[in-house]
């Protein structure tokens, strides 16, 4: 079985300016290899993007 994380091509953030009902927020998402999209959470608040890389020995 494999792991549900190697599935997973990106992971989104979108900025969302909905005008007809007068919102702005942020929406983050993971996009799949086959075209799946989940949507983990929305935000008023901008998520500053981070990048870490753990090497185990």
Known sequence: ???KLDKIKEIRVEEVHDHEHGHH???VYFYH?????DIMSES???PILARYVSKIY
Do not use: A, S
């Not at 290899?33 to 999209?37: A, D, H, M, R």
């Open 25 to 27: 927020f942020y929406r």
């Open 33 to 37: 290899e086959n075209g799946k999209i």
């Open 1 to 3: 079985m494999k792991n």
């Open 44 to 46: 008023l608040t901008k």
